[in-house]
């Protein structure tokens, strides 16, 4: 039987998962996971509670960290309570007491620590809650912005849907989720979001619907959305998505094609490509041919396509608000692997364009090392490529909507939570001279 817990054990609990990720350097989800399998009393209503805390400690890490002036996890969970969630120092020494499952009473240092949170000023990485050694990126990225970039990565993303056209259309299904809150998104006519509720707030979980089964909508951020709009995939055309995963972006450009033309769908990690076979059949596409690096080659395809597509790996710094442990385990080895990866990837990729044809490389990033330094890199050593704006297409595909505000002198674009509110993300477009 499922028994309720309340907030002092929700909290004991959130700081029990926290220092498991710390001591076994465990992602959060996988710590979520164990918690729960080892307290089986614990009801959906409880770990969502605690998995909010969990999160939001982790995503206000450095700026809780710096005004308590300690690390520990246990003061970190009860300002994020008391702070984050604007519950309180009197609700929270409440909870202490009145829950026999609760943590430890409150010190009178940790009481005056939690009741001058609010009132600290800081400044720079702390601040904004990006770890200190990616400041200078930020700073290169955004300029006098990169406080406020960095400080809307830290708060909670809305789950986005895009509505698949090959199946349904976006009043449907506005009308069937209308128990879920759902709004048009801003930009791509497909997107549809529900907007992230605060502190203990549940989000619905969309996958269990009715249409989610039926394939009329994937889950899928705006920003992924609009840069499968802005790839310039007609009807008829032959694509390769050369680092395709599980396919979302296949997924968006087959709707684009109108289920027309061919993908070819390819990834080096044919685990992560795995998932793509169940996707496709869900969302009704038939243009869409899986080139499993194991059993086939993609030898056939060069200097042949219309577009590929290059949705390079990267250091997910655009996805830190659903993902805010990857923000502090990423490292200064992990990020000069992954642009050693987009180097090699693009350049791979590139031997795929036919003459006159285009080169779309996006990232989740917005470190200009992972971005416009590769650009830059690249451009320099491929002369038969040249830049396409981005940022002119994004006014034909998007004519009359707020345009991107980081854009480069070539018309590659950066959206972010802070300008476009979607997840952060860089797109270029190329274009190979004709022959
Ligand atoms: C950002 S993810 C792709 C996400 C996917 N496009 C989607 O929309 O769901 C980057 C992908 O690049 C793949 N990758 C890494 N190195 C690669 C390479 N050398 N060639 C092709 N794919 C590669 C990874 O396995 C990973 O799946």
């Known amino acids: 039987m499922e028994l309720s817990m309340r907030d002092g054990g929700r909290l004991a609990a959130a700081i029990e998962v926290l220092q498991d990720m710390e001591t076994r350097h465990r992602p959060a989800q996988v710590a979520l996971r164990d918690w729960g399998a080892s307290h089986r009393f614990a009801g959906s209503g409880d ?8 999160f939001d400690a982790l995503r206000h890490k450095a700026s809780l960290g710096a005004a308590l002036g300690t690390a520990d996890i246990r ?7 008391a702070h984050t969630w604007g519950m309180g120092m009197d609700k929270l020494e409440e909870v202490l007491t009145a829950d026999p499952h609760a943590p430890d009473r409150l010190s009178e240092t940790e009481k005056t620590a939690l009741a001058g949170v609010s009132a600290i000023n800081l400044d720079g990485a702390a601040a904004s809650d990006v770890p200190e050694w990616l400041w200078p990126s930020f700073q290169a990225a955004f300029g006098t912005c990169a406080l406020a970039e960095g400080r809307a990565l830290a708060q909670r993303a809305p789950i986005d849907l895009r509505v ?5 259309d976006p009043e449907r299904v506005l009308e069937r989720l209308r128990h879920t809150h759902p709004v048009p998104g801003t930009f791509a006519a497909t997107a549809i979001r529900i907007k992230p509720r605060p502190g203990s707030g549940r989000m619905p979980h969309v996958q269990a619907e009715e249409g989610y089964r039926k394939g009329w909508f994937e889950l899928q951020d705006e920003a992924s959305q609009i840069v499968a709009l802005l790839s310039g ?11 395709a995963g599980g396919g979302g972006k296949t997924l968006a450009m087959a709707a684009v094609m109108e289920n027309k033309g061919q993908i070819y769908a390819h990834d080096a990690d044919r685990l992560r490509l795995a998932p793509i076979h169940e996707r496709l059949q869900r969302a009704g596409v038939r243009n869409v041919q899986v080139r499993d690096p194991a059993s086939s080659s993609l030898d056939d395809l060069k200097e042949g396509m219309d577009t590929v597509f290059v949705d ?21 080895g992990a990020l000069k692997d992954r642009i050693a990866d987009q180097r090699s990837v693009l350049r791979e990729a590139a031997g795929f364009v036919k003459p006159g044809g285009n080169l779309v490389y996006v990232t989740c990033s917005v470190l200009p090392e992972e971005n416009d330094h590769q650009i830059e890199e690249f451009l320099a050593e491929h002369a038969q490529f040249q830049p396409a704006s981005a940022l002119a297409r994004w006014r034909a595909v998007f004519p009359g909507k707020v345009e991107p505000v980081y854009r480069s002198t070539r ?3 950066l959206l972010t939570p802070a300008t476009t509110e979607t997840d952060g993300f860089f797109c270029a477009l190329l274009k190979r001279k004709p022959a």
Do not use: M
């Open 411 to 413: 018309g590659d674009i």
């Open 233 to 243: 995939v007609n009807v008829g055309d032959q694509v390769l998505d050369f680092c």
């Open 47 to 54: 770990r969502t509670v605690i998995g909010n805390l969990v």
């Open 312 to 332: 390079a790996p990267c250091s997910g710094t655009g996805v830190w608000r659903r993902r805010p442990d990857s923000k502090w385990r990423l490292s200064e």
């Open 75 to 81: 003061a970190l969970v009860l300002a994020t309570y």
């Open 164 to 168: 698949n056209t090959l199946k349904a």
